[in-house]
């Protein structure tokens, strides 16, 4: 069908759709703008001093700092900047004179961050997961290896909810810790379930702690890893010249955040239904949830980037980056494609486990909740949690239905003949939305919790034909602008698979 948008429909058409998409977004964003005042006299929470540089005369300009994951982060950059230094420096003089230590140096830049920085009990918990992994691989048994990550994940869940520890080491590296026990826990599960022979403890250390990737991601399975050569050069110019502009997208990306985060007080809204109600009308608050959704976008773009770009330089097989959200119009293609390595370890080692090709309908469907029940457990057993995870599988599930549907013979024969190839696009695009729209409000309860996601969802479905036909219309707007993006974007790289 994204083939067919761009052909089918006409250029005015084309340019409704658009323009729709254009101006609906820039009004919601002025819309969420003109909130910040209401919302600085209303809150009692404390926001925190923005930059000098915003500042005017007398008037103090606070910025938005209440999403605990950002400042975390900036946290985190702020203590561990030195040793994401010393990692690009060890790696490249280790891959020019000593290739064989490489992975020695990825281990002993990571014990060294880590030894300075973190709690003995801190430490104890990280090298008992990092060595439990590396025994049971010894194995070679799946059913050992899921045991111990179902040990571990109840271990993780009852580090969250110990005051003691939290007394103990802080509430920063308690976040911290709790966020790399988790990563570290896939790439446990990923070497462990390997098919390849075992590597030396050491190859593996390298795989476990490598340090740009340890806290903030992304997943990058063993296989990956394994297919850095390391005997490539990466002391070239050109390729230090690459790892500088992606070092240098990601600090844009983050200071066009901070930035915005001065006027658009989004993450709050996130936590204040409150505020979201204070919006001119149920339509335009459909905005807040959108653009909740893009600052998410954004900071996995950073928070992934920065571990991609240091992966890219060291040779090693990185997933791509997130997609963003605004080009995603069916929800497989969000798991697919915003953090395609968990969508790899999740379809490999559990969904790919439980069925195949030829399995049937009702094995696909059971495999596929199986999996969103690992997301759930994994993510941390929490009702906003299990609600996302339980519309996930529901609208994975109904866009299977809807894609077996519009694959039929008869569907097909029968929709072009009453409304030609055009309108059987313009079909297709208009059922297809109606995934699209819970889909969509479904990723809410995930980055701002079920109060939010509960008070926008109601708002789609609860508020009347009127509210429900103006969502609609401009979400297969959007559905019809994504088709097209994503049409000229395949054409465009078979194009350049064709000249190359």
């Known amino acids: 069908m994204a083939t067919l948008a761009s052909t089918l429909l006409s250029r005015f058409e084309i340019v409704i759709y658009f323009a729709v998409y254009i101006v609906y977004i820039v009004i919601g964003l002025y819309k969420i703008y003109a909130l910040r005042d209401r919302v600085l006299n209303s809150s009692q929470f404390r926001f925190a001093e923005g930059w000098q540089l915003l500042q005017r005369g007398n008037e103090v300009r606070l910025r938005d700092d209440s999403n605990d994951e950002l400042e975390n982060f900036a946290d985190f950059i702020g203590t561990f900047w030195p040793y994401y230094l010393l990692h690009a420096l060890v790696s490249g003089v280790t891959r020019w004179k000593w290739p064989r230590l490489l992975r020695h140096g990825y281990v002993a830049v990571s014990a060294l961050a880590l030894g300075l920085n973190l709690h003995w009990t801190s430490l104890a918990m990280f090298s008992s997961l990092i060595v439990s992994y590396y025994l049971t691989a010894q194995r070679r048994s799946k059913r050992l290896t899921w045991l111990l990550s179902g040990f571990w994940i109840v271990a993780i869940n009852i580090a ?51 340090f740009p990737c340890l806290t903030y991601g992304p997943f990058i399975s063993y296989e990956r890893f394994v297919q850095q050569p390391e005997d490539r050069g990466c002391n070239s110019l050109q390729q230090w010249k690459r790892f500088l502009v992606a070092l240098l997208r990601v600090g844009f990306w983050w200071l066009m955040m901070q930035w915005a985060l001065h006027y658009f007080y989004i993450h709050y809204m996130a936590r204040d239904v409150s505020v979201v109600a204070m919006m001119d009308s149920v339509f335009w608050q459909h905005a807040a949830g959108y653009f909740m959704g893009q600052f998410f976008f954004v900071y996995y773009v950073v928070t992934y980037g920065l571990g991609i770009a240091f992966a890219e ?23 697919k494609y915003f953090d395609e390595g968990l ?24 495999a596929t909740a199986l999996t969103f029940a690992f997301v759930f457990i994994w993510h941390g057993c929490y009702t906003y949690v299990l609600i996302w995870s339980v519309l996930n599988f529901l609208c994975l599930a109904a866009e299977k239905i809807y894609r077996a549907l519009v694959s039929m013979p008869a569907y097909e024969q029968w929709s072009l003949q009453l409304f030609g190839s055009a309108g059987a696009q313009r079909l297709h695009a208009l059922l297809a939305t109606q995934l699209f729209i819970p889909a969509a409000f479904s990723n809410v309860y995930f980055i701002g919790g079920k109060e939010i996601g509960d ?19 401009c979400s297969y707007c959007f559905f019809q602008c994504s088709e097209l993006l994503l049409s000229r974007s395949r054409t465009s790289n078979k194009d350049k698979i064709k000249y190359t």
């Open 160 to 210: 969250k909810n110990s005051q003691w520890w939290l007394d103990q080491v802080g509430y920063a590296e308690y976040v911290m810790l709790i966020v790399t026990l988790s990563w570290s826990l896939l790439r446990g599960c990923s070497y462990s379930l390997k098919t390849e022979e075992n590597a030396s403890f050491a190859e593996y250390l390298g795989y476990a702690m490598y």
């Open 313 to 335: 330089h060291d040779g090693i097989a990185a997933p791509r980056r997130p997609r963003c959200i605004g080009r995603i119009h069916f929800y497989s293609d969000m798991w």
């Open 343 to 366: 969508y790899e370890f999740l379809f490999k080692h559990i969904y790919a486990e439980l069925c195949g090709k030829q399995s049937s309908i009702l094995a696909k469907f059971c």
């Open 455 to 473: 008070f926008l969802m109601r708002g789609a479905y609860m508020s009347g034909i009127g509210n429900y036909l103006a969502l609609c219309f």
